[in-house]
């Protein structure tokens, strides 16, 4: 559970080994997410029984995800309740049941949801008052007795849901604190000046009115003691160990923020705000203690043992960071904890902790963070990402990224121009995308030959004339810089006019071709000569695709394909003129793929118009029929599907993978009969932009989507066990 303030309580148990993390097994092929960088996650809740079993809130629409392997996998846990039809609910914090395996219950926007079964069905318990209202906090005690927090008004059961009744004091409360044990409530108006603090001792049958007061000391740059009183109390929270053991936020009447820690239940106060001179290790600037980066962990075996995030510090790049301190001896002194959550970060904007939860095991502590989740199996010294399925569901949607996969070798790279601070950041996996590491970062934009550029295209060249390149398209021009040992971006001097679009070819890295309105300019030695050929007559070359092999050009311009066999001197349109199941006669292509076994095999793929394919160069084609039987069968209209991109099993032809925007097709007899081929992929993240597969392991296949801007790979069995294994040796380091 979590609610919007700056305490959580960490409930620790010693019940399983922590090594024991795969009990999902994978039987079949399905699709799985491998992100780069995970979604915010605003709420984590860490079963008290098995510390490898995690439920969370995240991504931009606030959906339910579970772990059942310690964070090496996520599936999807849609919470849906029918009111004349069936709807999702939106997630907005979790709670389990202490004495039930597999009970969870979801506070949602549309009311307070129970599970038995792990998240795979749903019972809704909002009947009467809190049918359709926001819950924000839930208290479970036991099954029959909840607390829930609902729109500044307090409700609790006694008959697991049943009936609710109002007990809520006579503020408008937006921060509630309670001892699980004592069931002593805290309840704050933070909207008034003082705040307003009401109490109850009697789980919320009766409650006084509170008012504390704090003094402290702080001494000038004079070395002058000058005291002041606190009275606003913004946030409190109880020790789980101690129900006269409080923390709070205090501020002083000049808008100081203080941390504060009572012995006595309130009467008197000490403060135990970090200050430099009593922190281990680094030089600490300390913001707002009001602000969402701060918050205070502690743990139920040492009521002096406290984790205390949001702490920032500067690193060499100008860079703020948030960290992480550690008290263990209530807060009089402050170890810093060296580790940047985090390697992957959106510039401008840097990763945040929102909450910490550890599992039964001490040493192992959950993150969740701005970027997703991360791991530590060593109390906070080091962390790891654990994202593997978790979709990003289109957080960064004013970024531009592309994924590359390496043609012969399974590596993966992953490039981001996050349209903030002019940075461009290639990543790079090696395993699969299990890990990725930073390969390349350059604020480019900020070169001084192109102050206003922004990136538009980037292709990474490996092991390009003996070094690494990153190829940029950008202000019309084409840019390259070395992706290892230099960031300084030069043009490659070309005589096109304010050219469209760059490409590389697909069978040779030496090819470049850049298209403007009337030209296609053509390098065959990585853009030191070119040569230019004009363009079909009446082409409008809004894009392009090429493949060349070796003198045949074909190119993709305008919703119509065009074919070259001299190297662009000629141009045939080969565009299927006439679709004879619609009556409709043009076909607006959106993608084509050449098979590359048999040059002579093109298919094309439509705007809701299906898939055709030639199996002399284009001269004729065939309208495959199969696929629109089974979308039929799929019950999705032809004319609502788009076929964005194509995929052929480089050493089985046969094996044909399409990506549209309503999830995967496949076929395993070149389009004979289909099968759509979703498994793994959320409903809400079907809109595939392009398709991969490896040359030397077919096997290895990826997509990308495009609203999402997610990464998902195929796997089995065999690689399952292959990922198990990389995961094992990570974490054993």
């Known amino acids: 559970m979590r609610t919007k303030g700056f305490f959580v309580t960490i409930l620790l148990s010693f019940l399983i080994s922590p090594w024991t993390i795969f009990s999902l097994e994978i039987n079949k092929e399905q699709w799985i997410s491998i992100p780069v960088l995970g979604p915010p996650v605003h709420d984590i809740l860490v079963r008290n029984n098995d510390s490898n079993i995690v439920y969370i809130i995240a991504g931009k629409k606030q959906r339910l995800f579970k772990t059942q392997n310690g964070g090496l996998s996520w599936e999807y846990l849609p919470i849906s309740y029918t009111d004349r039809i069936t709807q999702l609910a939106t997630p907005l914090c979790i709670d389990e049941d202490p004495t039930s395996v597999d009970t969870i219950y979801v506070g949602t926007k549309q009311g307070l949801f129970k599970s038995t079964d792990g998240g795979k069905n749903w019972n809704d318990l909002s009947g009467g008052v809190l049918k359709w209202k926001d819950i924000s906090w839930i208290k479970l005690i036991d099954s029959n007795k909840i607390y829930v927090l609902s729109e500044g008004r307090i409700y609790k059961t006694l008959n697991g849901g049943k009936s609710w009744g109002d007990i809520s004091p006579p503020i408008e409360i937006d921060f509630i604190t309670m001892h699980s044990k004592s069931e002593e409530i805290y309840a704050i108006n933070r909207k008034i000046i003082p705040s307003q603090i009401f109490y109850s001792d009697d789980g919320g049958l009766t409650w006084k009115k509170k008012t504390f007061k704090a003094k402290i000391s702080e001494v000038s740059t004079r070395g002058k003691k000058n005291y002041y009183d606190i009275t606003n109390f913004e946030e409190l929270r109880i020790s789980p160990l101690n129900n006269k053991l409080l923390f709070a936020l205090g501020e002083t009447f ?32 300390f913001g707002d203690l009001k602000e969402d980066k701060f918050d ?5 075996i040492d009521e002096n043992f406290l984790y205390l995030k949001g702490v920032k510090s500067r690193l060499p790049s100008g860079d703020w960071i948030y960290l992480i301190l550690r008290t263990t001896d209530g807060g009089h002194t402050w170890e810093f904890l060296p580790v940047k959550i985090g390697m992957i970060h959106k510039p401008g904007k840097q990763m945040e902790v929102y909450e910490i ?22 109390r906070g010294k080091s962390w790891r990402p654990v994202n593997i399925g978790l979709p990003l569901g289109g957080v960064y949607s004013d970024t531009n990224m592309w994924l590359y996969l390496d043609k012969e070798n399974p590596i993966f790279y992953h490039i981001i121009d996050w349209n903030v601070q002019d940075e461009v950041v290639i990543y790079k996996s090696e395993d699969g995308g299990i890990t990725w590491e930073e390969f390349y970062r350059d604020r480019f934009r900020g070169n001084y030959e192109y102050p206003h550029a922004y990136l538009e295209h980037a292709i990474p060249l490996i092991n390009f004339k003996g070094d690494y390149y990153l190829l940029g398209f950008a202000n019309s021009r084409i840019i390259k810089t070395k992706a290892r040992g230099s960031s300084e971006w030069k043009t490659i001097k070309t005589d096109a006019i304010a050219p469209l679009f760059f490409g590389i070819s697909e069978s040779n890295p030496n ?8 030209n296609l300019f053509i390098s065959e030695d990585g853009g030191f000569s070119w040569f230019s050929v004009r363009l079909p007559r009446y082409a409008k070359m809004a894009d392009m695709k090429i493949i060349d092999d070796p003198k045949i050009i074909y190119i993709l311009a305008d919703g119509a394909i065009y074919k070259s066999e001299d190297k662009g001197m000629n141009w045939i349109n ?19 793929k050449v098979d590359p076994s048999f040059p002579n095999i093109l298919y094309l793929g439509t705007d809701g118009q299906g898939i055709y394919i030639s199996t002399n160069g284009g001269k004729t084609w065939k309208f495959i029929k199969s696929f629109e039987e089974r979308a039929k069968l799929e019950e999705i209209p032809i004319s609502n599907i788009d076929i964005n991109s194509i ?31 979703n498994d793994g992929l959320p409903d809400f993240d079907r809109d595939i932009k392009t398709i991969m597969i490896n040359n030397s392991n077919p096997q290895l ?32 380091k």
């Open 701 to 732: 296949i990826v997509l990308e989507t495009t609203k999402g801007k997610n990464i998902w790979r195929l796997i089995d069995s065999s690689s399952w066990n292959i990922m198990k294994e990389r995961w094992e040796t990570i974490w054993k």
């Open 647 to 677: 995929a052929i099993d480089p050493k089985n032809p046969n094996i044909l993978y399409v990506g549209t925007n309503k999830g995967v097709f496949k076929s395993l007899d070149k389009g004979a009969t289909w099968k759509i081929f």
């Open 357 to 378: 939860s550890t599992a039964p095991d001490p040493s192992i502590m959950y993150a969740a963070t701005s970027q997703g989740v991360y791991k530590t199996k060593d």
């Open 296 to 300: 205070l962990f502690f743990d139920s």
């Open 574 to 592: 080969i565009t299927p003129s006439w679709h004879i199941t619609y009556n409709q006669r043009s076909i607006d292509i959106i993608t084509f």
């Open 254 to 285: 000049g808008g100081d923020d203080h941390l504060l820690k009572s012995y006595d239940g309130g009467s008197t106060w000490e403060d135990i705000t970090p200050e430099k001179n009593n922190i281990i290790g680094i030089n600490i600037r």
């Open 511 to 518: 090819n470049f071709y850049l298209l403007d309105k009337r």
